[in-house]
């Protein structure tokens, strides 16, 4: 495959009204900041990505680190066996700031453009760039279900359920500081979808080590799908116990700021399912680390936030399990990538197949 050289990175900042107000245990949600990088090449093309921060200061600070990963790699000759030695030499750049929060940040979103970058200029999906195949991923839905009074999540939940030709799948946050609203929460959405409809449950690191079993046993017989993010999401220990106490699976991951955390809780036992971010856990160099760690466990692997991106590096993972549909900043894209009936289906075309819509980019572009 043909080589590549970085020139330049140009970024922009926006910000992103919500289709719906999600309220959860870590803030309610409005808006989205999301930083739009063009990762520019010799002679001509591009690696895009879309990048949500999680919080405005991050469109502040992000890019200044983004320059420094640039500067670093900028004039070298990169080819896709250099990927991984690109992404740590990124991480040597920043390792003084330390390995998590936003120095890896800035590393995961660069590694997500470089990636893209590679996958375009060879002429193929990434998916195919990573060996994987362009399969028809499980795609729950979770764009809602959120701390509010019982009969508006009833409601929403029925219009979830319909979008896109119908979903089988999808979230309910949780986090309401007593076991009963929590239960009183899932019959409510039970009765508004039906029985077959898979419901799965966040509480977004919102329960203290000392009650998390208590709660968490007053939910484990409602035949959810699986427990997500109970406790802080470093407290590998009380998520072990958890794990052996509950019939229903704990999932963990989106917090996780390394390949290496997530191959260590594996392998303690801290989790029965995964669901690393690209935008934290490396980009997709982290995230094909980590996948082959859960494959030697034989540990189902799903997705969270970035569909567009994320379906093509869960096709090509060997546990691949559920890929997480979040609609958030998809207004900035041109022909965004949707599920249809509760599938998903990575693209054909080359890299993520990512293209912006820049008439919807100028009403939210933000400065610096």
Known sequence: ?????????????????????LATRVGTFTQGPFLLLDLDLKGGGAGHALCFTFVSVGLKVIPILLEEIVAAVKGRSIGPEDLSAIHDLGQKKLTHL???????????????????????????PLYALLGGKAVALPTYNSCGLGLMPLPELATEARELA??????????????????????????????AVGPDMAISCDFNQGLDAASAYDTCRAIDGLGLTWIEEPVVYDDYDTQARLVRKLTTPVSVGENWWSWRVGKAAIEMGA???????????????????????????????????????SAHVLAAT????????????????????????????????PGTG???????????????
């Open 98 to 124: 330390g390995h998590e929060g936003a120095a890896m940040m800035a590393l995961s979103m660069f590694d997500m453009a470089l990636h893209d970058a590679m996958a375009r200029a060879a002429g193929v």
């Open 162 to 191: 319909a979008e896109h030709g119908g979903f089988s799948h999808m979230k309910l946050r949780m986090g309401r500081g007593d076991a009963a609203a929590e239960v009183a929460a899932y019959r409510a959405v039970r009765e």
């Open 271 to 309: 989790c029965d399912y995964v669901m690393p971010d690209l935008l934290r856990i490396g980009g997709v160099t982290g995230w094909m680390r980590l996948a082959k760690a859960a494959e030697q466990c034989a540990v189902p692997f799903s997705s969270h936030l970035s569909p567009d991106f």
């Open 1 to 21: 495959m043909t080589a590549i050289e970085i020139t330049g990175l140009r970024v922009r900042r926006a910000m992103v009204p919500v289709r719906r107000t």
């Open 354 to 368: 990512i293209a912006w819509n820049e008439k919807a980019i100028a009403r939210c572009l933000v400065a610096g």
């Open 318 to 349: 060997p546990t691949r399990h559920w890929l997480e549909f979040m609609d958030w900043g998809q207004d900035l894209l041109d022909d965004p990538l949707v599920p249809v009936k509760g599938l998903t289906t990575p693209r054909d075309k």
